[in-house]
């Protein structure tokens, strides 16, 4: 059948289908975005009351009560300057520069086999998926796990899985005397044999020794229970205690290492195990909806990240450290200490809540972007923000003593080995 469009109906569709993103001064709002981030120490979505007095950003609110903090890093020029240059394949099928990093990670590592995912939950999830081919099954987690707690109950939606989320008794990481009574085996039709125990490390910001690490590996694998390993931070641990990946990977039998969180890419995470595994991994995440086109470009940002962005971890390791120890001088407590680039902190013993040190960030001549608990330091914070956040918290203290406060005044605390140290900012109604 002949076509009926007309010069002037496709005129009338190009225009209507044509689209412009970009803000009015793009160069100036991404240059304001890059400051924003370097005083940003937290990355999720923040509800905060309208009556807040918060200085905003236009571009970073969305509709309804809240905002939405910054991400934590953003790529640099560089970066995409060297991505842009990399191949344009299909990754669906193949991407020369995607498969020269899925090799490259899998080789440091001490793997057969990598492949690239868009998020480290699919990465994880797919690994389930692949590991666990016929429930009934469990898998061990830490409780304070990310696969268990907020991957949105994926291995139990996408594998059928029964997860065991265990605290462990030291408060700190997972021992085999921990995971041994937990794991489920026989052949009694009323449970789920445990089939995966799910490490993660670091976890909170925390490294688990790796004599645990292999006391777990060796005694799982006595009994043919896979390993597997969110590597999220992974990275941090190897800069931290100065094992090669290899050697943090060897326990493993798949490793999910995210290149964006601590290194700076834009997106993507590689999972990595032997070459079985990852090809039938390929194929779930095809099913899940990973498959992407033209990858050349995250994957050239990731390996932008593994040259020149991994040796600024040391810096980022030692201004965490600076931002306890000055905590700690000015008498706020410490929930969980910086081994890396994270810690957990508690206002109270200065008798300061949570919401008030939102509020008060906020509002600072170049204001700080934290909501609760947890600080995050990255490649891209600032020194000066961390000083600036310091001072902030020295000036609430003050402003607390000269209003009659003091440490008399502040709740007895209750020792409980498996509280949750994260606390989101909630402003009294």
């Not at 939606?157 to 008794?169: L, V």
């Not at 390993?227 to 039998?253: K, Q, Y």
């Not at 905590?327 to 410490?334: A, Q, T, Y």
């Amino acid at each position: 059948m002949p076509s009926t469009n007309t010069d002037a109906a496709l005129s009338q569709l190009f225009d209507e289908v044509k689209c412009d993103i970009l803000t009015k001064n793009p160069d100036t709002d991404n240059a304001l975005k890059c400051e924003e981030i370097s005083r940003t120490f937290v990355c999720q979505y923040l509800m905060t009351p309208l009556n807040w007095p918060l200085k905003r950003n236009p571009s970073t609110c969305s509709s309804g009560h809240g905002h939405r903090v910054p991400p934590r890093t953003v790529p640099t020029k560089a970066m995409s300057d060297y991505a842009l240059r990399a191949s344009l394949g299909d990754d669906v099928f193949s991407d020369e520069s995607t498969a020269a990093l899925e090799v490259h990670i899998a080789k440091i590592t001490g793997k057969e086999a990598g492949l690239f995912f868009p998020s480290g939950t699919m990465s994880n999830q797919v690994a389930l998926r692949t590991h666990l081919q016929q429930p009934p099954h469990s898998v061990i987690t830490d409780a304070r796990a990310h696969i268990y707690r907020m991957e949105a109950g994926g291995a139990a939606f996408h594998s059928q899985a029964n997860s065991i989320p265990i605290f462990p008794e030291n408060g700190h990481h997972l021992t085999w005397q921990d995971i041994e009574p937990r794991i489920v085996s026989g052949t009694d039709v009323h449970v789920a044999p445990t089939r995966v125990i799910a490490l993660e490390n670091t976890l909170n910001g925390t490294i688990i020794p790796q004599k645990d690490v292999r006391e777990i590996s060796n005694n799982a694998h006595a009994r043919d229970i896979i390993m597997h390993l969110d590597g999220a931070r992974i990275w941090h641990v190897a800069v931290e205690t100065g094992l090669s990946m290899n050697e943090i990977c060897d326990p493993f039998d798949s490793v999910s290492l995210c290149l964006s969180k601590g290194l700076g890419a834009p997106i993507g995470t590689c999972l990595v195990g032997p070459k079985a595994f990852i090809t039938k991994a390929r194929w779930f995440r095809k099913l899940f909806g990973g498959g992407m086109r033209q990858t050349g470009y995250l994957a050239g940002c990731a390996a932008y990240a593994l040259t020149h962005n991994l040796p600024q971890l040391p810096r980022v390791h030692a201004l965490a450290k600076h931002m306890q120890q000055g905590l700690e001088s000015i008498g706020v407590g410490i929930l969980s200490p910086a081994e890396t680039c994270i810690l957990f902190y508690d206002p109270s013993t200065i008798g300061v809540e949570y919401w008030e040190v939102v509020e008060r960030a906020a509002a600072l001549e170049k204001p700080i972007n934290i909501n609760g608990s947890r600080i995050i330091l990255h490649i891209q914070s600032s020194r000066q923000a961390v000083e600036d956040f310091l001072d902030l918290m020295s000036t609430l203290k003050e402003e607390k003593v000269k209003a009659g406060w003091t440490i008399d005044q502040m709740p007895p605390k209750k020792h409980n080995p498996f509280r949750d140290v994260y606390v989101k900012a909630v402003k009294p109604t």
